[in-house]
């Protein structure tokens, strides 16, 4: 599998600012996705990142929000925007092998937002 | 709305027992079925995938899938202090939609010595 590198790691953030979030995976994918993780939840897709067009945002997220780049095969970004305590979570970066569909998780950025 | 369902935890098993980890799923035409295991502050990792109705096994591990039933469940042989962790359900619809997953809520398994 893939080595899917993210940073920051963790970041504490203040009410009203933007953080993005970097992913970097070493080998070149089809598919990459960004997921959250909720204090306490489980998983929820928010985007599939596509490389040089806009992202495809799952319902209840939007562009605005979540603003997300794929330049190239192996790097994608996810920017939280205008950010308020409920954003506060662990954002996964992940890439998914279309011959047998196995997604692989990065080790994921835990924001917290004061 | 697609679901996918665990069994309530947490389960607490004695080390050397068998774990069984339950999980239903609302979509009948779900596709393939994963279990990941999440230790406390890391990522969820990929343990098993399964596709076909039966049985499919590595290592320890063996994922059993019943489609007509919409069940997927997952036995962990031997269990080990270090299998301790929060055990994911995913369900994909298949199709174009692979790495698209809905996840269960997880279910907490703690192996005591």
């Known amino acids: 599998s893939a080595v899917i590198s993210q940073k920051p790691s963790r970041d504490i953030c203040q009410r009203g600012t933007s953080l993005t979030i970097q992913c970097q995976v070493d080998s070149q994918v089809t598919m990459m996705f960004w997921y959250r993780q909720q204090p306490g939840q489980s998983l929820t897709l928010i985007a599939t990142a596509n490389q040089g067009s806009e992202a495809t945002y799952e319902s209840g997220f939007v562009i605005d929000k979540f603003p997300i780049s794929r330049p190239n095969l192996t790097f994608s970004t996810l920017t939280v925007s205008n950010m308020s305590p409920e954003d506060s979570s662990i954002y996964l970066c992940?890439?998914?092998?279309?011959?047998?569909?196995?997604?692989?998780f990065g080790e994921g950025s835990r924001l917290t937002v004061l | 709305q697609k679901e996918v369902e665990q069994n309530s935890g947490p389960l607490s098993v004695p080390e050397g027992a068998i774990a069984s980890l339950n999980c239903t799923y609302s979509?009948?035409?779900?596709?393939?079925f994963f279990w990941y295991r999440q230790y406390s502050g890391k990522s969820p990792e990929l343990i098993m995938f399964i596709y076909s109705n039966g049985d499919k096994e590595d290592g320890r591990f063996t994922a059993q899938l019943n489609k007509a039933s919409q069940y997927v469940s997952l036995l962990i042989r031997d269990s080990q202090p270090s299998d301790s962790a929060t055990y994911l359900c995913?369900?994909?619809?298949?199709?174009?939609?692979?790495?698209?997953?809905?996840f269960g809520q997880g279910t907490i398994l703690t192996v005591h010595p």
């Open positions: 995913a369900v994909n619809a298949g199709g174009t939609s692979y790495g698209k997953l809905t």
């Open positions: 992940s890439v998914a092998y279309r011959n047998t569909g196995e997604l692989f």
């Open positions: 979509d009948r035409g779900s596709q393939s």
